[in-house]
């Protein structure tokens, strides 16, 4: 109720949510800070900064805390534990009061001078504007071309359209912020979702920084089980192959056999095919695991959606409601 009310409140008085989570960015926030601000000012908009701490364990509580006392619009945000990127999204939209929301990295590789940009494209009528990052020169070439192979394969295999170089970087309008926030999933790939809401999307382009200071959370282990929920959240076609492929064996096992029998038929029988046969065997079964692993994604998404489990726990929310902005 107290919600509505405030975002109704908002229809007459043009508000924008600044949306950044954070793990372990004590080193990143005063810099973040020092960038992000003066563009807020700029933008002549009425601003708040809603930052969730997704369970850091160094001192970025604390630091906020301490910039709460100077900054007035600040929203901490202090979840129980880590729930992940995207789950720290989730808790960032559906607490901003916005009339937009716009999520920005605390790590500042995107740049926040963008936001003048996105609010102007944003005034003009788009409820979508998407940082798109030209190139990734600072990423190494492995992560390059295995990030490219990706987008390849889950924009040919999905409905959903994916833009290979954007990030969580963007601004949403209201109307966006409230059909994501519908979206009841509890694997969420935010970026699928955010371009399944369709809206009228803008895009707006900038080369991609280096880390400020401190470490990407991101290991090669986590990127693959990133791709691997892209790719079974918004697709189906890995457990319809198997279908065909089941099918082709088959078909192929039935011709072989034909060709075997006369083959005996003609030349008689030879215990040769010895390494045939285990090659054979080990290349079907092989098949079969594969086939009964994706099953199990599938099956492992199921059983985690069923559970409905809350996508993220808040601990305390911190708001300077004293000094209203
Ligand atoms: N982050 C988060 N929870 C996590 C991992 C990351 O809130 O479990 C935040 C992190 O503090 C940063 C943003 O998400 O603001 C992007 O993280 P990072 O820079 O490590 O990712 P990359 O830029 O390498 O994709
Ligand atoms: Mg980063």
């Known amino acids: 109720m107290v919600r509505k009310a405030l975002l109704q409140e908002l229809v007459v008085n043009k508000k924008i949510s600044v949306f950044i989570p954070m793990k372990n960015e004590s080193s990143t926030i005063s810099l973040l800070f020092n960038r992000v601000l003066p563009v807020l000012e700029k933008t002549l908009l009425d601003y708040e900064i809603i930052v969730v701490n997704d369970g850091s364990t160094d001192n970025t509580l604390d630091l ?61 009528g788009y409820e979508i504007v998407t940082a798109v990052r030209e190139e990734r020169i600072h990423d190494s070439f492995i992560k390059k071309s295995t990030a490219n192979l990706f987008y390849k394969l889950i924009n040919r295999i999905s409905d959903t359209r994916f833009e290979p170089n954007a990030g969580d970087y963007r601004l949403l309008d209201r109307v966006a912020v409230d059909a994501f926030l519908s979206l009841d999933e509890r694997v969420r790939f935010n970026k699928g979702l955010f371009s399944w809401l369709g809206f009228r999307e803008k895009f707006v382009y900038h080369s991609r920084e280096p880390r400020s200071a401190g470490t990407t959370k991101w290991s090669y282990w986590k990127l693959i089980r990133f791709s691997l929920d892209g790719i079974t959240s918004f697709s189906v076609f890995p457990l319809k192959i198997w279908t065909f492929i089941g099918l082709l064996t088959s078909l192929s096992a039935f011709v072989y056999a034909i060709y ?46 069923t559970k409905r489990r809350p996508l993220y726990l808040i601990r305390n929310i911190y708001r300077n409601i004293n000094k209203s902005s």
């Not at 929203?75 to 720290?88: C, P, Q, Y």
């Not at 006369?262 to 079907?284: A, W």
């Open 64 to 124: 906020l805390i301490e910039y709460q006392k100077t900054i007035n619009n600040l929203v901490i945000i202090d979840l129980s534990r880590n729930f992940g990127k995207e789950a720290a999204l989730y808790a960032g939209f559906a607490n901003a009061l916005g009339n937009c929301v716009i999520a920005i990295d605390a790590d500042l590789q995107d740049p926040p001078e963008l936001i003048l940009q996105m609010i102007r494209y944003w005034q003009e």
């Open 260 to 305: 075997y029998f006369i083959r005996t038929m003609i030349f008689g029988i030879d215990v040769h095919g010895y390494p045939s046969l285990l090659l054979f065997m080990l290349f079907f079964s092989g098949l079969q695991m594969i086939g009964i692993g994706v099953l199990g994604e599938y099956i492992g998404r199921l059983f985690i959606e």
